[in-house]
């Protein structure tokens, strides 16, 4: 017998009963549907895919206070009932008195509510919900999305210390950029950093207000040179951040080389000359490899510092620093981890202006001179890319400076991996995203004098770069805490890591020397060039009393029994200053007398004949190579830009 029309609506009924008490219980929209992603016991974030229309507030709530506020009006409205079955008069007159005060409590709350929360609602009004809007496209939300749901600005979003907070979809399909531009466009916000973390099940970004550094750091300021003087020596001091927060690199334990760079103006040198000269105060030696030549004027004739500016010099400096590099290797593996880092030698920086440029020079220089077996890539440019890899234990720092530290003018990618400390000015967003992709999204450059970005560990500081004169580099450089050890670089060619390891153990006046291990064939055309030079000419000037200005007929003459210095150095003689008149291509006397008298480059005297003082002619060749003269050298337009710019602080 089927089932009559009754029956069946009688099961329906009965079906839809039971489903509305589970729905009042759970705490479920009553209709059935789920507009958001709230549970039983957690409240909604997100309103679901596909849910059309505006969703109320309850909507968001846990199941378990719906279920409780709507049992609760149901118990009221049932002991009403009840008291009105039992005794009608009583509850009518509660009811009249009680719903009287209730009214008037309720019109009381909601007067006070709405002036207490008056600049909420404008707050939403004006800024959240404008947000929202143009936040539904980037991250793609559903426009009925409430958003006091996920966007959690505070009363006093724009202060210094107020943090905004913008829950994420769990799907993070994305892109930060446009995310952040929409906060920062619609909330007006300036100086501002982002924090964005996507683990869990509830990814979120915190917006905080960046607090500026100072306008400016000058090492004059004597709160400022305090501060340098406390810093230690393997950490200068770069600058102050924001809250006036030291801003500095401790070489021997985060980063042991450093990249800067900067646009035309942006402070490159300064930068270079602020941390150099501290180093050395600290007893560091300095090699300056400036193709420039006039980068670093505040380091001529400062103890403990070499200043290349000829490509040849500055090739055979990088090729003994590879050597010495090695060298220290060495000493540290037999040392062991326990062993002062000191024990290796003193610490070496090396200053390498320009680096595109300077590259370039370093390979046309090796492929006019290179011969036949030699191998095709310039060992300079080897030797430079073997101490960027040595790390911290060598104590050899690279300060290195490039307009555009691009992959092939370092030398390839991995070349730029070795620079955990990058210092950015004057950047463009294409440079911030070459060198520093891990930091998103690029802070906007500014054209503040010293302003720059020290990025270090993934997190970029804004820093105020201290400035330091010319003359106050130089005095502090000067200004160390008593001599060390010295290291001199001679021009050679490379040395065995054994052979330098060897040699320069075994010397015992404190003195590292990366001496003269043989010369390249280049060096003994040049040098056999001059002894036979000195054959013709040594004699005749001398016979005729016509000596260095502070020499005299008596003391050109040698003792009986003595023989010549360096009579037998026939590939690096001792000249005197007339002698090397005539072996220097572009220098007269006038001109060595006043340098030596004036030029704190100038070679020191290597021995004496008599009164005379004597120089080795390679010093006095490397020195006429990296002279400066107001005939050749000329100041480079974006240094007297940089000059310019830092001079107002």
Same mark, same amino acid.
């Given at each position: 017998m089927g089932r009559s029309e009754f029956d069946r609506q009688l099961e329906e009924g009965v079906e839809a009963f039971l489903m509305g008490v589970g729905r009042l219980l759970s705490g479920r929209d009553m209709d059935g549907q789920r507009r958001t992603d709230a549970t039983f016991f957690k409240g909604g974030r997100r309103v679901l895919d596909g849910v059309e229309g505006r969703v109320g507030p309850w909507s968001y709530r846990p199941g378990w206070q719906r279920a409780a506020a709507r049992l609760t009006t149901l118990g009221g409205l049932g002991a009403g009932g009840w008291l009105y079955w039992t005794d009608p008069e009583q509850t009518l007159t509660a009811l009249e008195y009680g719903g009287a005060g209730a009214g008037g409590l309720l019109v009381s709350g909601a007067a006070v509510h709405a002036v207490r929360n008056r600049g909420q609602r404008e707050l939403m009004r004006e800024?959240?919900?404008?947000?929202?809007?143009?936040?539904?496209?980037?991250?793609?939300?559903?426009?009925?999305?409430?958003?006091?749901?996920?966007?959690?600005?505070?009363?006093?979003?724009?202060?210094?210390? $107020?943090?905004? %907070?913008?829950?994420?979809?769990?799907?993070?399909?994305?892109?930060?950029?446009?995310?952040?531009?929409?906060?920062?466009?619609?909330?007006?916000?300036?100086?501002?950093?982002?924090?964005?973390?996507?683990?869990?099940?509830?990814?979120?970004?915190?917006?905080?207000?960046?607090?500026?550094?100072?306008?400016?750091?000058?090492?004059?300021?004597?709160?400022?040179?305090?501060?340098?003087?406390?810093?230690?020596?393997?950490?200068?001091?770069?600058?102050?951040?924001?809250?006036?927060?030291?801003?500095?690199?401790?070489?021997?334990?985060?980063?042991?080389?450093?990249?800067?760079?900067?646009?035309?103006?942006?402070?490159?040198?300064?930068?270079?000359?602020?941390?150099?000269?501290?180093?050395?105060?600290?007893?560091?030696?300095?090699?300056?490899?400036?193709?420039?030549?006039?980068? /670093?004027?505040?380091?001529?004739?400062?103890?403990?510092?070499?200043?290349? %500016?000829?490509?040849?010099?500055? /090739?055979?400096?990088?090729?003994?620093?590879?050597?010495?590099?090695?060298?220290?290797?060495?000493?540290?593996?037999?040392?062991?981890?326990?062993?002062?880092?000191?024990?290796?030698?003193?610490?070496?920086?090396?200053?390498?202006?320009?680096?595109?440029?300077?590259?370039?020079?370093?390979?046309?220089?090796?492929?006019?001179?290179?011969?036949?077996?030699?191998?095709?890539?310039?060992?300079?440019?080897?030797?430079? $890319?073997?101490?960027?890899?040595?790390?911290?234990?060598?104590?050899? /720092?690279?300060?290195?400076?490039?307009?555009?530290?691009?992959?092939?003018?370092?030398?390839?990618?991995?070349?730029?991996?070795?620079? $955990?400390?990058?210092?950015?000015?004057?950047?463009?967003?294409?440079?911030?995203?070459?060198?520093?992709?891990?930091?998103?999204?690029?802070?906007?450059?500014?054209?503040?004098?010293?302003?720059?970005?020290?990025?270090?560990?993934?997190?970029?500081?804004?820093?105020?770069?201290?400035?330091?004169?010319?003359?106050?580099?130089?005095?502090?450089?000067? $200004?160390?805490?008593?001599?060390?050890?010295?290291?001199?670089?001679?021009?050679s060619a490379p040395v065995a890591a054994d052979d330098s390891v060897t040699q320069l153990n075994s010397d015992t006046d404190e003195s590292l020397h990366l001496g003269k291990q043989g010369v390249d064939d280049t060096d003994q055309t040049v040098h056999g060039r001059a002894v036979q030079a000195l054959a013709s000419v040594a004699g005749d000037r001398y016979e005729e009393g016509d000596a260095d200005e502070d020499s005299d007929d008596e003391a050109a003459q040698l003792p009986a029994g003595d023989e010549q210095p360096g009579a037998d150095e026939d590939t690096d003689p001792l000249v005197g200053l007339r002698e090397a008149e005539d072996l220097l291509s572009d220098v007269d006397l006038t001109a060595l007398r006043n340098a030596r008298a004036r030029d704190p480059e100038f070679p020191a005297p290597a021995d004496k004949r008599g009164r005379e003082s004597l120089y080795r002619l390679s010093d006095l060749q490397r020195w006429e190579r990296n002279r400066l003269s107001s005939e050749s050298d000329e100041v480079d337009e974006d240094d007297v830009s940089e000059q310019e710019d830092v001079s107002v602080l």
């Open positions: 800024w959240v919900e404008p947000l929202h809007q143009a936040l539904v496209g980037p991250l793609g939300i559903p426009e009925a999305t409430r958003p006091r749901s996920y966007l959690h600005v505070p009363l006093n979003f724009s202060d210094d210390d $107020a943090e905004i %907070r913008i829950d994420l979809p769990v799907a993070l399909k994305f892109k930060e950029t446009e995310v952040a531009e929409m906060i920062v466009k619609k909330l007006a916000l300036q100086g501002v950093s982002f924090s964005w973390k996507y683990d869990g099940r509830n990814p979120y970004v915190t917006v905080k207000k960046v607090h500026r550094p100072p306008s400016k750091v000058v090492f004059s300021d004597p709160k400022v040179k305090e501060l340098v003087k406390k810093v230690p020596e393997s950490a200068p001091l770069i600058g102050l951040e924001r809250g006036q927060k030291i801003v500095s690199v401790d070489l021997d334990a985060e980063s042991p080389h450093v990249l800067v760079s900067a646009g035309t103006g942006g402070g490159k040198s300064v930068i270079l000359r602020t941390i150099a000269s501290q180093l050395i105060h600290h007893g560091a030696h300095g090699y300056i490899l400036d193709f420039k030549r006039v980068s /670093h004027m505040w380091a001529r004739g400062v103890k403990n510092v070499e200043y290349c %500016r000829d490509i040849a010099d500055i /090739h055979d400096a990088l090729v003994r620093l590879g050597a010495e590099g090695q060298r220290r290797i060495h000493v540290a593996e037999k040392l062991g981890d326990d062993a002062d880092p000191s024990e290796v030698g003193p610490r070496i920086v090396i200053l390498l202006e320009e680096i595109n440029a300077t590259m370039k020079q370093l390979t046309r220089y090796w492929e006019k001179i290179k011969e036949k077996g030699d191998p095709k890539i310039s060992p300079a440019v080897d030797a430079l $890319a073997e101490i960027l890899f040595m790390g911290r234990a060598v104590r050899l /720092h690279v300060l290195l400076v490039a307009q555009s530290a691009t992959a092939r003018a370092l030398g390839g990618p991995e070349m730029r991996e070795n620079f $955990a400390t990058r210092i950015l000015a004057r950047y463009t967003q294409n440079a911030w995203k070459m060198l520093v992709p891990e930091v998103q999204p690029a802070p906007k450059s500014t054209r503040h004098i010293g302003r720059a970005q020290v990025v270090l560990g993934g997190m970029a500081h804004e820093t105020q770069v201290m400035f330091m004169s010319d003359a106050e580099a130089r005095a502090w450089a000067m $200004a160390g805490s008593g001599p060390a050890p010295s290291v001199t670089l001679t021009k």
